[in-house]
């Protein structure tokens, strides 16, 4: 079965940046898009940013022009460069990928807290 496995969540101070990884533990056939979820306590599930196959970029309107997604096209994985953060991007981020063969596929979750 294959995992996205995340890295780089933490604390950081508001105006900072942090990095989250996604890689998964194999190949995924018929991939179609990867990307980024968001979940604040007490909110649904929001989409964040992607980065589809035929290489559309997408970004929620309150993250445009601060987060960079980028993925590395050789193996499934996925990077959410995020950069002058802000206390309401606390949440806990899911990357994601979505594959024609099996479906939708989800990282285990990293918690990114915005806090003086």
């Known amino acids: 079965q294959v995992q996205l496995v995340e890295s780089g969540g933490g604390l950081v101070q508001p105006g900072g940046s942090l990095r989250l990884s996604c890689t998964a533990s194999?190949?995924?056939?018929?991939?179609?898009?990867m990307g980024w979820y968001r979940q604040a306590p007490g909110t649904a599930r929001e989409p964040v940013a992607s980065?589809?196959?035929?290489?559309?970029?997408s970004y929620a309107d309150n993250v445009k022009g601060r987060f960079t997604i980028s993925r590395d096209s050789a193996e499934p994985a996925v990077a959410l460069q995020m950069n002058s953060l802000k206390p309401e991007d606390t949440a806990v981020y899911y990357c994601?990928?979505?594959?024609?063969?099996?479906?939708?596929?989800w990282g285990q979750g990293s918690q990114v807290t915005v806090s003086s």
């Open positions: 994601y990928a979505g594959s024609h063969a099996r479906g939708r596929i």
């Open positions: 194999r190949s995924i056939p018929e991939i179609y898009v």
């Open positions: 980065f589809a196959a035929d290489g559309t970029i």
